[in-house]
């Protein structure tokens, strides 16, 4: 059964400072997801990936295959980027059913 | 362009009772997928869908139903709720098996 840990749970940054979030798995995956979760509740997707890098604005997502392992930047953070962060693995053989973490709570102090 | 609409948004049930929780979505999404959020945990799977007219079971699926006879629709039903399926719901779908996910925003639900 795959397992999927993220760390750390919780994580306090200053304005301005780069943020890494860190995504392990334990089996072989085709793709790899990470979420934002809102204050308010709702959930968007950030990035789906299965090699390599993907930027979008601030946020840089990464993932080592070989070392069954993602990780997300935030760059110059701010506090409009305090959430908690969602990591999922899509299994190979699955219809589609992803298995998440526990999520990492982001506080962004101004 | 509404996306994903969960209704209702909060609900309170007393224990027995039954209710059908809605998702629609107006992206012409194939998969579709019901998730709970417990504290402590991450969203886990009840039932998803990757068709209409078919379901199919997930992690979680003890004590709930669903239906997908429209493809932009996808119900979730507790017969008999219990004080254990005290949770926050979530539906989202996609376009196909490995693809970015589009969320609802939630359905909270005690049951008393």
């Known amino acids: 059964k795959n397992e999927v840990e993220q760390s750390p749970q919780n994580l306090t940054a200053q304005e301005g400072e780069f943020i890494t979030i860190n995504c392990s798995y334990s089996?072989?995956?085709?793709?790899l997801h990470w979420l934002q979760q809102h204050p308010g509740g709702g959930i968007v997707s950030l990035f789906m990936l299965s090699s390599g890098k993907k930027k979008h604005g601030r946020l840089i997502a990464t993932i080592n295959i070989q070392e069954k392992h993602s990780s997300l930047h935030i760059t110059a953070s701010h506090p409009r980027d305090s959430a908690v962060y969602i990591c999922a693995t899509l299994h190979g053989g699955s219809q589609g059913n992803l298995i998440f973490g526990k999520g990492t709570k982001l506080s962004v102090k101004p | 362009n509404a996306g994903v609409t969960q209704t209702p948004k909060f609900r309170v049930l007393k224990t027995g009772q039954s209710m059908t929780l809605l998702c629609a979505q107006d992206m012409n999404h194939e998969y579709m997928y019901w998730y709970r959020q417990d504290p402590g945990m991450g969203l886990r799977l009840i039932h998803y869908s990757v068709g209409e007219g078919t379901t199919a079971k997930g992690e979680v699926p003890d004590g709930y139903n669903v239906s997908r006879l429209k493809k932009q629709n996808f119900l979730l039903g507790l017969e008999s709720a219990a004080p254990s399926q005290t949770s926050v719901y979530f539906c989202?779908?996609?376009?196909?098996?490995?693809?970015?996910?589009?969320f609802g925003n939630g359905t909270r639900l005690t049951v008393t």
């Open positions: 989202a779908s996609s376009t196909v098996r490995n693809s970015p996910l589009h």
């Open positions: 089996v072989g995956i085709s793709a």
